[in-house]
């Protein structure tokens, strides 16, 4: 039997509280001011905290795209914890379609990320390894299950279901103004044209 976790204490709730206010508060700034443009105090004004509270649990701005970053591919991951049931390659799916709502939520402050990402020296550098490692451990179960074709590379489906997102995040200019539902539709129609019929087995 899975031993039952401790309930958190007043304390622990109060900070997580404090912490998912300073995200909150940033992402908004981010995407109404600019990301440049923020500044921390602006922040802490907004989660209705001190200065010096941003700064105990954020250091900079760019920790504050990371604990972004982490949320998004956590709800990735949580998302395909909850449905172990589910064949690896429709686990996969579940996997990009989660990362993808969440990631374009707020579609300038996802390119800033992923562009910090590719930047030798940014905090941000490679950041992104944790979700590609997660569709890529989807890919080889898929294959070895043997709902993928077992002579494609995983590193080609992996490259291309992550290829997809970045053509959302960075060729889809009227990402902005399309509901989840239309977003998704969209996405699933890249999905399946070079995902499924690429590389499923007939």
Not at 73 to 95: G, H, I, Q, W, Y
Request: glycine share 4%.
């Amino acid at each position: 039997m899975a031993e039952k976790k401790a309930p958190i204490t007043k304390r622990e709730a109060n900070k997580l509280d404090v912490h998912r206010r300073i995200l909150k508060a940033s992402r908004r700034l981010f995407a109404s001011n600019g990301y440049d443009e923020t500044m921390m105090r602006d922040i802490a004004k907004k989660a209705d905290v001190s200065k010096a509270t941003v700064y105990n649990y954020f250091p900079n701005k760019e920790s504050l795209l990371i604990a972004t970053l982490q949320d998004v591919t956590e709800e990735a991951e949580n998302a395909v914890a909850m449905k172990k049931d589910l064949p690896a390659s429709e686990r996969l799916r579940l996997a990009f379609e989660t990362f993808l709502l969440g990631g374009m939520k707020y579609p300038d402050l996802s390119r800033r990320i992923t562009y910090l990402n590719c930047t030798d020296g940014s905090a941000l550098y490679g950041s992104t390894g944790r979700i590609y490692r997660l569709f890529g451990e989807l890919v080889k179960e898929a294959k070895e299950n043997g709902e993928f074709d077992p002579d494609a590379s995983e590193y080609m489906i992996t490259d291309t279901v992550f290829g997809i997102f970045l053509i959302a995040e960075y060729q889809w200019i009227d990402i902005d103004r399309l509901s989840s539902i239309e977003l998704l539709e969209r996405a699933r129609s890249y999905y399946d044209k070079f995902i499924v019929e690429a590389f499923s087995v007939k």
